[in-house]
């Protein structure tokens, strides 16, 4: 049994460590844990819308995370001194906050330059509803990247470094890949996602651009679909019934 204990290490991907004497500790070291529970999530939309949009932004995920190692192995810059924590790997840039940078800069530039939500029917709540998103979406990389700060995995340096690469990176892929080839479907960008949308490969996966047909990315039409063969049902039944 010594033996064994003395090769059991802990699993960083998940292992938190923070105050217990401090209830916004905890919290903080509920919510550092926002990459690895949007990986998930990411990969259960793309299997079941196969959503262009939403496969592209977890490549590009994927992306910022190669990027992220690339950077810590040419800086190398420690953790924090008076962290005691143990760490393996290097501290800069702050890869959570990276993280949650890249995903709140795609996910805003998403909603603002082509999502549509529905309507309320009045154009100010409509318009409140949007930034609250966005502010929504803000506050939480920013509380992301200061849990890292605060729970002692990264100096603040750190953590706003990795916040700025992770925001430019986001924009940055989102116009390429998104943005442009929507204006400008001519372009290269352009040209690029039209034989991605109509390789074989897509049209076998059932690869579809809902953005590019739809304003809210079909989610209207669809469920009008549902409605409507759901009520058809639901007649027949009743018809049923009474006969």
Partial sequence: ????????????????????????????????????LLMPAYAVLAVQTRELTIINMWAGQFLSEGLNLVLKRIFKQERPDDSQLHLNGYGFPSSHS?????????????????????????VMLDQLFRVAVYLGLAVWCTIVAYSRVNLLYHTPHQAKWGLGIGVVLGVSHYVCTELLPAKLPDSMFGRIRSAIVNHPISVWLQLRD???VWADGGREVEWKQWRTKWLKQHARLAGKKTT
């Fill in 1 to 36: 049994m010594t033996d064994l204990a003395a090769h059991r290490v802990s699993l960083e991907l998940t292992h938190v460590i923070y105050d217990a004497s401090s209830d916004i500790s905890f919290l903080l070291a509920l919510l550092t844990l926002s990459p690895i």
């Fill in 210 to 212: 809902g953005w590019g």
């Fill in 98 to 122: 990276q993280y949650m940078g890249y995903f709140s800069a795609f996910l805003i530039c998403h909603m603002y330059f082509r999502h549509r939500f529905a309507s309320t029917g009045f």
